[in-house]
């Protein structure tokens, strides 16, 4: 069970009931739980479209792309059966958000995916979590049990006449299954490699049916705006960022933790006021933004608004709300490989561009680290990196690129200080402890 | 091949979620595997003709899934996260540390078969890092400590 924080400074509508026992279906009611469905069910599909469309909901997984354009994109009739599938396969590092929302709320990701449903036409979804994830897979079943129990689910729900399953799906370890395209392979019992789009899900997805895939916190966001009304919802947030997120605070932090910021929060604010600042006395050196697949910022770069369109002004991405922070004893070079690492693990190998770049990357990071690292070699990470971008089939590829790019342009001195047989500088020198020692 | 009735059930229940039968076959692998210890030969030949797959079919499956083994781990399975957010909080010396104390290295089991250690990617505890799941438990904020004090109590419960 992951502890919870608190700042005065947050805006709580996604972890309202954080805390309040809403696993508990009669207590969810009790917090204004299953009437936003209930509102739903009589405001019809344009207007619930129109509705989150206004509201300025984007995408919480990292792309940011609009929910209600999303859904919009799925044809009004189909001879297929339409499907919502919720992705709660969260495994992006930095990230660990959506764990607490299937912990403390799991009632407001099923009625977020009802109101979807009802939104496309669709009479079928799922919700998918990651295999780590058991023991909110367990919170999440009982859930859907006592949703069916209570008549929300299943048949004329609610008296409407509309029929509605919801049901629940685990996954067993990968990362990539996390990517819409790979999530749905690996739901029809496959390996999770990705589908060449278009056509997107949205037309052609699961079993060959339109499929609307969203995050779960983007799923739980939707209840509270049916219920609050697409204004209330926009205002919290910055223009075309509407709301508030689930921000994970890691790394070098004082008060580590998960915290609800309006959409738009400055993101120096976040690191020194929220997350109580840099401990020991040391001095921030980098910030990765949004989970380790976004270009890391500068600390003369992070007087930004952490909203979608801002931070990719800065020159990278508000990504899943991962918000990684490094002090200045932290080896560049290291953390990179580390992320390089992770990646190359993590592919899937169906694109060469992105087997291929992660591993070469990993062997060239490794071997730069360890002190035999050649001049040519920081040339070469850049431009190994900059030939993945673009050329996968799924954003891994990117992911990988990325933050690589990223780390090569803004810390080049740092490889250099690793050339001609030297050592790490930080691990000679012995400054690399760990926060908890 | 016999299941224990929970699966059964869950496993009849799962098959009504789906227009395929295969969809079931990522979540019953895993529950197979909690339930046997890891997926043998024989379960995999089980799951195979329920879902109406070759057995080739599931081990291709099988292959891309970290959860997933087709050879035993020990009965509590140490999982310590060394990605990033760990990785500055400690995760490393962390994992180091359990190797030590266990005397076995990434994916080794020790010889009675209590402990396997594996190094993982991120678990989502990356504000209550460095962290390590015990098979499906969480334990996070950690300390080697605080550690030694976790595999002491799974030593306890499992040798009982």
Redesign the interface.
């Known amino acids: 069970?992951?502890?919870l924080v608190s700042h005065p400074d947050e805006v709580r509508v996604i972890s309202k009931r954080f805390g309040q026992g809403a696993t508990d279906i009669d207590r969810y009611l009790q917090l204004d739980g299953y009437k936003a469905v209930q509102k739903a069910l009589g405001m019809g599909a344009d207007a619930l479209i129109n509705e989150v469309k206004n509201s300025g909901l984007r995408g919480r997984g990292g792309a940011g792309f609009s929910t209600g354009m999303k859904w919009s994109f799925v044809p009004k009739q189909s001879a297929k059966?339409k499907y919502v599938l919720c992705n709660g396969d969260?495994?992006?590092?930095?990230?660990?958000k959506?764990?607490l929302i299937f912990e403390h709320d799991p009632h407001s990701v099923i009625e977020g995916a009802m109101i979807a449903a009802l939104a496309v036409g669709s009479h079928t979804g799922?919700i998918y979590i990651?295999?780590?994830?058991?023991?909110l897979l367990v919170i999440m079943q009982k859930a859907i049990k006592d949703a069916y129990a209570k008549g929300f689910l299943g048949k004329n729900i609610f008296g409407s006449g509309y029929d509605l399953?919801i049901?629940w799906?685990?996954?067993?370890?990968?990362?990539e299954v996390g990517e819409e395209s790979a999530l749905m392979e690996?739901?029809?019992?496959?390996?999770?490699i990705p589908r060449i789009r278009p056509p997107f899900p949205a037309v052609v997805g699961l079993?060959g049916g339109p499929t609307v895939i969203n995050n779960a916190e983007t799923l739980a966001a939707v209840p509270h705006i049916i219920l609050g009304g697409a204004d209330w919802y926009a205002k919290l947030g910055t223009p075309k960022n509407g709301g508030t997120r689930l921000f994970?605070?890691?790394?070098?932090l004082n008060k580590?933790?998960?915290y609800e910021l309006p959409m738009g929060y400055n993101l120096k604010k976040m690191i020194y006021e929220v997350g109580g600042g840099i401990p020991n006395g040391r001095s921030l050196k980098a910030v990765?933004p949004g989970g380790?697949s976004t270009p890391v910022l500068l600390p003369e770069e992070i007087d930004v608004a952490m909203d979608f369109d801002s931070v990719a002004k800065a020159g990278s991405m508000l990504g899943s709300g991962?918000v990684?922070?490094?002090d200045d004893t932290?080896c560049i070079v290291k953390?990179a490989l580390?992320?390089i690492k992770?990646y190359q693990?993590?592919s899937?190998g169906w694109c060469i561009p992105c087997r291929e770049g992660t591993d070469w990357l990993k062997k060239t990071l490794t071997r730069f680290h360890a002190g035999a690292g050649l001049k040519k070699d920081i040339d070469n990470i850049y431009y190994l990196a900059e030939n993945m971008l673009g050329k996968t089939f799924c954003p891994l590829g990117d992911a990988a690129a990325m933050p690589t790019m990223a780390f090569v342009k803004k810390f080049r001195k740092e490889f250099e200080d690793h050339l001609d047989g030297k050592p790490c500088p930080f691990e000679k020198a012995g400054v690399v402890e760990?926060?908890?020692? | 091949m016999r299941f224990s009735e929970e699966f059964e059930t869950r496993f009849a229940d799962m098959l009504t979620?789906?227009?395929?039968k295969?969809?079931?076959?990522?979540?019953t692998?895993?529950y197979a595997q909690d339930e046997i210890g890891s997926l043998s030969d024989e379960v995999i030949q089980e799951l195979a003709q329920r879902?109406e797959l070759t057995e080739l079919e599931v081990r291709?499956?099988i292959s891309?899934?970290?959860?997933?083994t087709t050879k035993p781990r020990g009965k509590y399975n140490v999982q310590v996260c060394?990605?990033?957010?760990c990785?500055?909080?400690?995760?490393e010396?962390?994992l180091d540390h359990c190797k030590k104390k266990l005397g076995i290295g990434h994916q080794g089991t020790t010889q009675d078969g209590l402990f396997s250690l594996e190094e993982v990617?991120?678990?989502?505890?990356?504000?209550?890092?460095?962290a390590a799941?015990v098979n499906?438990?969480?334990h996070?904020?950690?300390?080697?400590t605080k550690m030694d004090q976790i595999l002491d109590n799974y030593k306890k419960k499992g040798t009982q």
């Not at chain 2, 990785?87 to 995760?91: F, I, K, T, Y």
């Open positions: 069970m992951a502890s059966p969260e495994s992006e590092p930095g990230t660990c959506d764990r799922y990651r295999g780590e994830y058991r023991y399953d049901y799906h685990g996954g067993a370890g990968a990362y690996s739901l029809e019992g496959k390996r999770g079993w994970c605070l890691a790394g070098h580590p933790g998960v990765v380790s991962g990684v922070v490094l932290t953390f580390r992320t992770f693990h993590e899937c760990p926060v908890m020692a | 979620h789906y227009p395929t295969r969809s079931a076959l990522v979540p692998l895993l879902l291709n499956v891309y899934y970290s959860m997933l060394t990605n990033i957010a990785m500055l909080r400690g995760g010396e962390l990617e991120c678990i989502g505890a990356c504000s209550w890092a460095p799941q499906y438990d969480f996070e904020n950690l300390t080697n």
